[in-house]
């Protein structure tokens, strides 16, 4: 592996409620290495949000430990996108991009590299358009575009398709996949979409959560979308869930 963006050993964590302890996830390996691709897939509840939001440095682990790079401001050196693109409605593309350069941290970028970025991820006819105007996949892009802009060396992607229609989800990972080479980006992303997991990870990784982390791995970054080894990976990982009747996921068959 190359140098590593960050890793969690002995990873849990625990939640107090009103009903007891919920133990989210437990003895929780990984290791992303820069400008490493790893699709984490897991059935709902299983704490793939949780996980994210700790190495955003929104949350922390009850156990083990979290080796993240950090900002001079001590935040977590990581951009986080969720399923909603949450622009602000009374700004423009070009508005809502440049909204992670007023953060102190980033002042070193100008705005100049706003337009820059928005040429380079296709989004340029859309700079003076308002969120009203965008269609579910336009505004998924903005948003990603307001967190790349502000460099992060890990970028987080909670669901990032989720919402969007299965059309449009297909272009999007497409265009995931070819900015993610253009910008060498280290890229962690949440689905439960075995397919999705699959095109656009160099990694996939299996988390099962309550009392374990994550139960296996594929690496299938040297593998084409027709290789009959991909197909052998997505056999293997929807029998996993097959296994285990709680586990809903896309693309599961009966
Ligand atoms: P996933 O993203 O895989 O669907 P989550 O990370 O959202 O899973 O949740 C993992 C587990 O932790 C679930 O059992 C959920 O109910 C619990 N959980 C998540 N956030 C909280 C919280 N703030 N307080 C208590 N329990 C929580």
Request: some cysteine; glycine content about 10%.
């Amino acid at each position: 592996m190359g140098t590593l963006a960050f890793a969690v050993t002995g990873g849990a964590k625990i939640y107090d409620s009103p009903s007891g302890p919920i133990t989210a996830f437990r003895d929780l390996d990984l290791e992303v290495a820069r400008g490493e691709v790893v699709s984490l897939l897991g059935p709902s509840g299983c704490g793939k949000s949780t996980l994210l939001r700790i190495v955003a440095g929104l949350d922390h682990l009850s156990e083990g430990e979290l080796d993240v790079p950090k900002r001079p401001d001590g935040r977590a050196a990581a951009g986080i996108v969720f399923q909603d693109a949450h622009l602000l409605p009374w700004l423009d593309v070009r508005e809502n991009v440049g909204l992670g350069l007023r953060y102190r941290a980033n002042r070193g970028i100008g705005s100049s590299e706003v337009d820059r970025l928005l040429e380079v991820l296709g989004l340029a006819a859309l700079a003076d358009a308002m969120p009203r105007e965008l269609s579910g996949g336009q505004a998924q892009r903005v948003a990603i575009a307001r967190t790349i802009v502000t460099a992060p060396p890990l970028l987080l992607l909670d669901e990032p398709f989720a919402a969007l229609d299965p059309l449009t989800r297909r272009t999007l990972q497409d265009w995931l996949r070819d900015i993610r080479s253009l910008l060498d980006l280290t890229v962690v992303l949440v689905t439960h979409d075995v397919d999705e997991a699959l095109h656009l990870g160099d990694r996939v990784a299996l988390l099962r959560g309550g009392d374990r982390g994550i139960t296996a791995t594929w690496d299938v970054a040297e593998l084409d979308r027709d290789d009959a080894a991909l197909g052998d990976a997505r056999r293997e990982l929807l029998d996993r869930y097959a296994t285990d009747p709680l586990a809903q996921i896309d693309g599961l068959v009966a």
